[in-house]
Structures are given as C-alpha cells and as structure tokens.
C-alpha cells in the first residue's frame, strides 16, 4: 500500500541553526509533493510545491529537494527562528483505499526552535 | 490565495446530541470539498469526499450515518457529527481544493475543535 512517513518524534534545535526535516514514501510517484505547516489548533497552511521534475525548490529561508529514485523529499529552515516551531507535514495528491484522488498527509514532524 | 472559513472554531456538547460543522470556499467554487479528522499528536486523516450535487463518499472506518455531509453549494459543504459520543471528541478540518494545470493546491479551513462531555 501507499505510505507516507515522516519523523514522528519532535525535532529540537537552537535558534540560527539549520532545520532538515524529512519526508519518505513507498509504493508511489508522484507528479508533485507539497509541504504545509500546521500551528496548535489551526489547519495547515500551504508552504511550498516541488515537482517531479525539479531536484530543489526555495523560497526566502525555506528549501526542499525531492529525490525521486531515493522516494524522498527533505524540507530545510535556515536561519531557524523560534517563530519557526510547528508541525510540518508532507503531502502527496494520491489515490485513498477507496480510489478517490485526495491530499494524504504525513504524519507531521514538530520542530522547536530554542531560543 | 483562496480562504476557506471553517465555523464554529470551538464546540462543547453533550453526549447525545448533534453538532453541525460549516466549510465555506470563499473567493472560489469548490465541487469537491474534503474532512479531515486528527487526533492529538497525529496526522489528519481523511474522512470523506464532499461532492457538489451528489452523496458524499465516505474511507474506510468512518461512518456514513454518523457523519452526515450534505454539499449543497458549490461554496458550503456541511458535517453532522449526529449523536455525538466523548469518543468524537477531536479536531474536524474542511478542505478545499483547487485543480489547476495538473496541480492540486489545498485550502483548509481553521478547524474545529469538538469536545463531547
């Protein structure tokens, strides 16, 4: 069956250090693979999108690389800063058990960030 | 980028009763909107397929008559938690999506957080 795992236990580094959290899946390809985070009682929020296509993807402190032989994708805070601490959960747009096409997550890494 | 409003953010009700749940698409129309159900510490977990016009499709394990989804807009899609037990009690998020050129991209209500007492 399709899985996607992600790190379950909390990830804790100091503030200006580097984040690289990690995203790994099986019995799949897909076309594209997001990243969202998601605050204490709050829905996620849509962070970035990397095709299959393409090996890296940035946006301001944020980074992503996909590695589609490896069926991985690794997501990186540089400059990290306590306001960075939430869950961040991967996604892939797959097929459910029961054959619908929906978002399916991760089950989401907590990052905390020390001041 | 698209808002999807969730209400109500929070709810208390006793065991028993029935709670409804409102999704809204804001600023585009949605003939899909998806619940998502997660638990303390764990993922959100795919409940049903909310489809404009027609019956909701429910996954595995969720059940259909306890967890009545009623889409009778293209921008409103509603959840009934009907006779709601304590072990209901979680975080209820509505998405919605939009396709566009092959992408999928996800807007997701606020959530809801349902206690049963």
């Known amino acids: 069956s399709q899985k996607i795992e992600q790190n379950s236990e909390a990830l804790n580094i100091q503030e200006g250090k580097t984040a690289t959290l990690t995203c790994n899946y099986t019995?799949?390809?897909?076309?594209?693979l997001q990243w969202y985070r998601q605050d204490p009682g709050r829905g996620p929020v849509f962070l970035l999108l990397i095709r299959e296509n393409e090996k890296e993807k940035r946006k301001e402190r944020l980074k992503v690389t996909f590695d589609t032989t490896l069926k991985q994708s690794l997501f990186h805070i540089t400059a990290s800063q306590p306001a960075d601490s939430a869950t961040y959960l991967c996604?892939?747009?797959?097929?459910?058990?029961?054959?619908?096409?929906?978002?399916?997550f991760g089950s989401g890494t907590r990052l905390q960030v020390q001041p | 980028g698209a808002v999807v409003s969730q209400h109500p953010s929070r709810v208390i009700c006793k065991s028993g009763t029935s709670v409804k749940i409102e999704c809204r698409s804001l600023d585009f129309q949605a003939t899909t909107m998806f619940w998502y159900r997660q638990f303390p510490k764990q993922s959100l977990m795919l409940m049903a397929t909310?489809?404009?016009?027609?019956?909701?499709?429910?996954e595995q394990g969720v059940e259909k008559d306890k967890f009545l989804i009623n889409h009778a807009s293209l921008t409103l899609s509603t959840l009934t938690v009907t006779s709601a037990h304590p072990e209901d009690s979680s975080f209820y998020i509505c998405s919605a999506f939009r396709r566009t050129g092959g992408i999928t991209e996800a807007f997701f209500g606020q959530g809801t957080r349902l206690t049963v007492v």
């Open positions: 019995n799949y390809s897909p076309a594209y």
């Open positions: 996604a892939l747009d797959m097929l459910t058990p029961k054959g619908r096409r929906a978002l399916t």
């Open positions: 909310s489809n404009e016009g027609s019956k909701a499709t429910y």
